[in-house]
């Protein structure tokens, strides 16, 4: 079996023989996007970028802490109205100290 060099040039004349030419990779015909009827071309061009983005790394991570954020939410309104509520019955209290 002999020997064939592609990335390698031999210095000895008789192993330069047997070289082989590096290989050419094939023509790369660039994909063209045709912008839809009755949309102007941007629109065309940004709903397909939108379509091959892939999603977000986290969004598994937010899809399933969504709900749990929705109950601390609630719950951050709640503890925020009773401290104005407590706030407002402080300032009363003062007022009628006065």
């Known amino acids: 079996r002999p020997l064939k060099f592609r990335n390698y040039l ?9 070289k082989v030419e590096a290989a050419k990779p094939a023509d790369f015909i660039e994909p063209t996007v045709e912008p839809t009827a ?5 629109a065309g061009v940004e709903e397909t970028l939108i379509n091959v983005a892939p999603k977000k790394a986290n969004f598994d991570l937010r899809r399933d802490v969504a709900k749990k954020l929705e109950k601390l939410e609630k719950r951050t309104q709640k503890a925020m109205v009773a401290l104005m509520k407590e706030e407002e019955e402080r300032r009363a209290q003062e007022g009628e100290a006065e």
């Open 10 to 18: 031999p210095k000895d004349e008789e192993l330069q023989q047997d």
């Open 38 to 42: 009755g949309l102007d071309e941007t």
